[in-house]
Every structure is written in C-alpha cells, then in structure tokens.
C-alpha cells in the first residue's frame, strides 16, 4: 500500500466545511511537456506554470484497492480547437508519463505542496467531434498494467543477443536440450 504524506497546511484546509480544491495536470509529448489545472489563468508552483484550463479539463474518479491489480483514469479535454487535436494527433502519447495532482487552496491562494493522486503512462488518446465541440480523452494507467502484459522472451543465445550482442552466456543452452548428462557416475 502506498503511503501518501500530506502537509499540516493541507491537513488544516481539509478539515475546513469548505474546501477549494483544483487538479493539475502535466503529461509528457514529443513536442514539450503539457501542464493545465483546472482553474483560470496561469498557476505557478515549484518552477512549473500550469495554464488554466477551467471547466474544460476533467478527470475521471481516482480509485486505490488493496489488491494488486492495474487502475486507470481517464482525463478529458473538451471544447479543443481543431489546431489542438492535429498536434495532439501527432504526437502519439503511448507509454509517455502523465501526472495529476490535488490542490487546496485557501481563499485563492495555493497552499503548498499538492497531493500526486496518479501518475501512469498514457494510453492512445480516443477523440470525438459532435460537430459544434471536439473532445479529446487519454487514458492513463499505472505501472502495474506492465504486469499484465505478456513477456515473449526467451532463454535462448538469439534472445540475449537483443539486449547483449557480446554476450556468450547462453551459446549452449540450444545443445543442452537433448543432452544425456549422468550425475554422480565415475565413468
């Protein structure tokens, strides 16, 4: 289970009857990295600037089990320029980081250190267009979905060669298949 550390500034505002909270967004590409929050203007923590994106950015439910198994979230982008969904589409997000936190604010102003609520790889990002609007949503999964991925590797002199072209620690594993070896015999 994983432990999650949470300021005394932050334990403070969450024992308050009313909280303001906002979730920061930040998801690697090859053309930079992307930070929005869900709020307006531009918010400044640590040395990132997150761009507001307001109501136009949402996130899906962030759920932890105490099994070990691979969750998700699913964040999307709605209202997204044209412009934005040709460089999104060219991007290709499969397997780059993204991360979101949760932020308290107190009256306007962020209290520090936001909460990492997920952090995953991004998945292939499914697109929709209902004609006035286009949406953009990314799936993001958590390191564990690597479990579930089937590993076609095998103990063979080819396969090493992959990793390790000078390797030589496997050249006989081949010959050994069919071989007759008698243990504890003098002759």
């Known amino acids: 289970m994983v432990e999650r550390s949470i300021t005394p500034a932050v334990q403070a505002a969450l024992d ?5 909270l906002a979730v920061l967004y930040e998801a690697e590409f090859d053309s930079g990295t992307v930070q929005l929050w869900s709020g307006f203007g531009e918010l400044t ?6 761009l507001g994106a307001s109501d136009l950015i949402s996130i899906a439910e962030v ?3 105490t099994e070990v198994r691979a969750a998700g979230i699913t964040v999307t982008f ?4 044209a412009s934005t969904i040709a460089q999104a589409l060219s991007e290709k997000p499969l397997d780059r980081f993204a991360r979101v936190w949760l932020a308290e604010f107190d009256n306007g102003v962020l209290i520090l250190d936001p909460v990492l609520i997920f952090s995953g ?31 076609v590797r095998r103990y063979t002199d080819e396969d090493q060669k992959i990793d390790h072209p000078t390797d030589v620690g496997l ?16 002759g």
């Open 16 to 20: 308050q009857s009313r909280q303001e």
């Open 63 to 65: 759920s932890e089990t």
């Open 45 to 50: 923590w640590g040395a990132k600037t997150f």
């Open 78 to 81: 709605e209202g997204v320029q």
């Open 171 to 186: 050249q006989y594993v081949e010959s050994l298949q069919d071989a007759e070896i008698v243990w504890g015999s003098t």
């Open 121 to 151: 790889r991004m998945g292939a990002p499914v697109l929709g267009d209902t004609g006035d609007t286009a949406t953009y949503q990314v799936n993001i999964e958590s390191r564990l979905v690597d479990l579930q991925r089937p590993r």
